[in-house]
């Protein structure tokens, strides 16, 4: 088999075979197909596209390129969800303690998770702003924490799936990274590779998502869950706004104070109402419970408090100081900050989103290249958004950093993210779409 004729293949837009497939990506991790080759296919895949089978087949190639986690020790339902990504998206450090304690030793959390880059926050640089969280557990170490506690949360494996380490870096430098196909196994072949039998994928869309579009984003919804649902998995996917930022804090230890918030039930309304939809959808995914009765353990972990205990348990269990969970206020902190006002009378009429995931990275709460520091204090906290009334003069956003020229380009971005408007704006939907192996739902 040669690989110079699979090019031709694809770039003729016939479909390749089982074997063509796995001849590539196993060729290529192991480094005896060159980078201008694979550069040439993966040009092919976007300027042609996959059906559905060969996506399907990619992924399970990716997803076998390295360690895949056995979780046929745990002794129930395993569950994980995946975010693409968003501003202010703290989802996964709610739902994980809710789904512990909504059906304890029945449904468990094994999650792997990654860390940000860019416009959009990682949750593994979140969880590290609790003193002494541990995200490198062993195999052995996160499988015995999920066991005994219900849920722990750890960053991505070094040899997990490394085919698409390698796929992904080519995408970004030769304009292959906006194809349904290659986003969509790049994803479930990390998902899959993690183990869990049960996956809630929240696709975001929006000025701060990589889907702008709602029939883009619906179009790669639909590509993960067939890719899902044809491995054996159940798999659903919510297609919700980005944009707007998700609650009112952007930054990495403002962001856990916010979550505990949410475990209280005093978060943000609009995060309220995600981390219940998630969390309900998901252990309803496990087949024990209907749709009303998983959303009535939701509300009541929350209300009871056996979200957040579960929280601490999971945070203690991995070596964090629980003390911050009780006092936020000895969360990492910020020597600085900044008040940005409104420039007249009105309302919110269009956030950038986008642009305020970078301003908070540029305040240093995030990475603009791989090898920046996170600095756990910084980031943003929006006291307007989407569709708010404001005064002239009245406060809309607090910006925090630890250096002052930071804190100087970071209000600068947030700044021009604003937009206001005499009017109101209209309301927009927080959940556009639900897609599952039955087909789409329109909100």
């Not at 380490?165 to 969509?184: F, N, Q, W």
Request: aromatic share 4%.
């Amino acid at each position: 088999m040669r690989m110079y004729d699979i090019i031709e293949k694809k770039r003729d837009g016939r479909e390749l075979t089982d074997a063509e497939i796995g001849f590539f990506v196993d060729g290529y991790t192991a480094g005896r197909i060159p980078d201008y080759q694979a550069s040439a296919l993966l040009m092919a895949i976007y300027l042609q596209g996959m059906t559905p089978e060969e996506t399907r087949l990619l992924t399970m190639h990716m997803m076998n390129s390295g360690d895949v986690v056995d979780l046929s020790d745990i002794p129930g339902a395993t569950v994980d969800k995946h975010s693409t990504g968003g501003v202010g998206d703290k989802t996964s450090l709610a739902v994980v303690p809710m789904l512990a304690a909504m059906d304890p030793s029945h449904t468990f959390v094994a999650k792997m998770t990654g860390r940000g880059l860019g416009h959009t926050g990682g949750t593994v640089d979140k969880l590290e702003s609790i003193p002494g969280f541990n995200t490198a557990l062993s195999q052995d170490a996160f499988i015995d924490c999920v066991r005994e506690h219900g849920a722990a949360i750890i960053g991505q494996t070094g040899n997990l799936v490394p085919a698409d380490k390698l796929i992904y870096a080519l995408r970004d430098v030769t304009a292959t990274v906006s194809s349904i196909p290659l986003i969509a196994s790049s994803i479930m072949s990390k998902k899959l590779a993690a183990g869990s039998s049960c996956i809630l994928l929240d696709v975001k869309v929006g000025s701060g998502a990589f889907m702008k579009t709602v029939p883009e984003a619906v179009e790669l919804a639909q590509a993960m869950v067939a890719i899902g649902e044809g491995m054996g998995r159940r798999v659903k996917a919510l297609v919700t706004n980005m944009d707007r930022p998700l609650g009112h804090a952007i930054g990495n230890a403002l962001e856990v104070a916010e979550v505990i918030d949410a475990l209280h039930g005093r978060g943000p309304a609009d995060l309220q109402h995600e981390v219940i939809l998630i969390a309900s959808d998901l252990l309803e995914l496990t087949g024990r419970f209907t749709h009303e009765e998983a959303k009535a353990r939701a509300e009541r972990v929350i209300a009871d408090g056996s979200a957040f205990n579960a929280f601490k348990e999971i945070v203690a269990a991995q070596g964090g100081d629980t003390r911050v969970l009780d006092d936020p206020t000895l969360l990492p902190g910020a020597a600085l900050s900044r008040t940005l006002t409104a420039p007249q009378d009105g309302f919110v009429a269009h956030i950038d989103t986008e642009a305020v995931g970078i301003a908070s990275a540029e305040l240093g709460a995030g990475r603009l290249t791989k090898e920046d520091d996170i600095d756990h204090g910084a980031g943003i906290t929006l006291l307007k958004n989407y569709g708010d009334e404001v005064i002239a003069g009245e406060p809309v956003a607090i910006l925090y950093a630890n250096d002052p020229e930071k804190l100087a380009i970071g209000t600068k971005r947030l700044t021009s993210a604003y937009t206001y408007s005499s009017e109101r704006p209209a309301a927009e939907p927080l959940l556009y779409a639900t897609v599952t192996r039955d087909g789409i739902v329109y909100a």
